[in-house]
């Protein structure tokens, strides 16, 4: 049975998550994981982003709980951001850029976007994906990924496929080049086995993640673990996978 020993990936009461930044570290610490990361979403998600107003008291938290529990899990003061447009800018506030120990991208639904041309290519994927595939958009968000991740120092690539279709051999390229995780997400069945082909046949790895929403889904693998064993995927690609 496939098992983590590092979540990259959870939220909490700040962003839409039902249990406390602390619930979820102890619940951390109570599966046994070595290291957690705390990755509520970034401010520009409409419905559930840590307001500008809340990001001070998020970090100062998440500091403190960190320095707190340091004997017993290592704890990451990361966010999940959003990819606002093909230019590859995202949702972290001027002069916070070194404020986060860990940073994940992602596409979402109720982003608010930089321009009206984003919405239309980053929204129209899904939209229209299952009348007729179309390259041109999977180009423009594949270019929106390799760009935000190129411009802001990402670690892993949220939930790759979930929302927006990407070209991932060009992904995986630039994960390869800049040593950026692809994450198997517990709660986004979206990767495709075509897809997981194309970045076997370059070096970029895989990480796991539960994008828990709840203290008990904390290291969770959902999913994953079929996913990892369906398609083959060697464990030594996936950086904090393990068999238990
Ligand atoms: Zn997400
Ligand atoms: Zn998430």
Redesign the pocket.
């Known amino acids: 049975m496939i098992k983590m020993d590092f979540d990259p990936?959870t939220?909490s009461t700040f962003s839409d998550g039902k249990n406390t930044l602390e619930e979820n570290i102890l619940a951390g610490v109570g599966k046994g994981l070595k290291k957690i990361a705390l990755?509520d979403?970034a401010y520009l998600h409409m419905a559930y982003g840590v307001s500008m107003r809340r990001l001070d008291e998020y970090l100062k938290e998440a500091y403190e709980l960190k320095k707190a529990y340091n004997r017993d899990i290592e704890v990451l003061v990361g966010m999940?951001f959003n990819l606002l447009d093909t230019e590859g800018n995202i949702d972290i506030p001027l002069g916070y850029a070194d404020e986060f120990e860990l940073k994940?991208i992602?596409v979402h639904k109720l982003t608010k976007y930089s321009n009206f041309k984003s919405i239309v290519y980053m929204m129209g994927y899904q939209l229209f994906d299952k009348i007729r595939y179309s390259r041109k958009v999977l180009d423009i968000n594949t270019k929106s990924y390799i760009a935000a991740i190129e411009n802001n120092d990402i670690d892993i690539v949220?939930?790759p496929s979930n929302i927006a279709r990407v070209d991932f051999k060009a992904l995986a390229e630039t994960c390869e080049r800049t040593n950026t995780l692809l994450e198997i997400n517990a709660r986004h069945p979206d990767l495709r086995k075509g897809d997981v082909e194309k970045v076997l046949e370059t070096k970029a790895n895989f990480i796991l993640g539960s994008?828990s929403h709840r203290a008990e889904s904390i290291g969770e693998c959902g999913y994953g673990s079929r996913f990892i064993e369906e398609n083959s995927i060697p464990l030594n690609r996936v950086v904090n996978a393990f068999d238990a």
């Open positions: 990936h939220h990755t979403h999940e994940l992602g949220a939930h994008d």
